[in-house]
């Protein structure tokens, strides 16, 4: 059973209180399991959902083959890159003297991504609200207010750490979404007529 109330305070207090909320993150007990189930699936399925019905509204010059393929991508996308970005995040943080725990790097990337999710599903719906998405930089403070907490990064690492944490981030979803666009772009068939 999927707790909304949960999901929603949780957006509402990553993205408006989120020193306070990593203090709650760090002391829950969530495995990877429970995060992925209870938070990360749900929001996916509604990205999807989302990008489906903007989609047919919006763009229905597109055929259905497209759109559907465009949302299952659409939902893979996000999914792949925290999980992906989760995993070189907890293999590098050795390095910073932070500690190499998948859970917490999972914890870390999946809530600090919170606004972009959000977004998301906010502009996969509306897309006239496209231009909205640069707030998305917003999870770099959310993950500012995260590492030390949750990575247990030293203070004179935290500003190294943050950034190649930005970096992966930003570089695999880049990826991923280029890897996609590739496999989608030969099924863009219109049903537009010249």
């Known amino acids: 059973m999927i707790d909304l109330n949960f999901i929603i305070n949780r957006f509402r207090n990553i993205i408006f209180s989120p020193s306070t909320e990593w203090d709650i993150i760090k002391s829950e007990k969530h495995d990877i399991q429970k995060i992925l189930t209870t938070y990360l699936i749900p929001i996916i399925i509604t990205i999807g959902i989302a990008d489906l019905l903007g989609g047919l509204i919006f763009q229905s010059f597109y055929s259905l083959t497209f759109r559907m393929l465009s949302t299952i991508i659409t939902m893979i996308i996000p999914f792949s890159s925290i999980l992906l970005s989760s995993y070189f995040i907890s293999l590098l943080s050795p390095s910073f003297g932070a500690k190499s725990d998948l859970t917490s790097s999972i914890k870390l990337v999946t809530y600090s991504y919170s606004i972009q999710l959000l977004l998301s599903i906010l502009i996969n719906l509306l897309p006239f609200f496209s231009a909205l998405g640069i707030l998305g ?58």
């Open 137 to 194: 930089l917003y999870f770099i403070f959310i993950i500012w207010q995260g590492v030390v907490p949750l990575m247990e990064v030293a203070e004179e690492k935290k500003v190294s750490f943050v950034i190649l944490s930005v970096l992966i981030i930003i570089i695999i979803s880049l990826l991923i979404s280029f890897v996609f666009s590739l496999l989608l772009t030969p099924f863009m068939v219109t049903t537009i007529e010249i």
